[in-house]
């Protein structure tokens, strides 16, 4: 069955970085574009970055852009998301969604705590 597990998440100062990733199984990894959402307590699931199957494309949500890169290597099945300079705003569940078509998956969340 399809997974996707991701794994990188943790505690980190305010201007800190964290690298997280998220690896595929189970699917024609190289055919999905892949975004990553977030979910703070309380708040709505956002889309904060997407990438094209390719890799040729991405796009980020205003309050990310210039922080966060997000990328992907479609020989290991893995996306990124690299989160530098990071607030205490970025405090949420970290999720990677994986859409080809009319199918979409969702990984089980990273938690990310962004705190002094």
């Known amino acids: 069955q399809v997974q996707l597990v991701e794994s990188g998440g943790g505690l980190v100062q305010p201007g800190g970085s964290l690298r997280l990733s998220c690896a595929a199984s189970?699917?024609?990894?190289?055919?999905?574009?892949m975004s990553w959402c977030r979910q703070a307590p309380g708040k709505e699931r956002e889309l904060v970055a997407f990438?094209?199957?390719?890799?040729?494309?991405?796009s980020y949500v205003d309050s990310v852009k210039g922080r966060f890169t997000i990328s992907r290597d479609n020989v290991k099945r893995t996306v990124y998301l690299q989160m530098d300079s990071l607030k205490p705003e970025d405090t949420a569940v970290y999720y990677c969604?994986?859409?080809?078509?009319?199918?979409?998956?969702w990984g089980q969340g990273t938690q990310v705590t962004v705190s002094s």
């Open positions: 189970g699917l024609r990894f190289s055919s999905y574009a």
């Open positions: 969604y994986a859409r080809w078509d009319s199918n979409t998956y």
């Open positions: 990438i094209t199957s390719t890799g040729d494309s991405t």
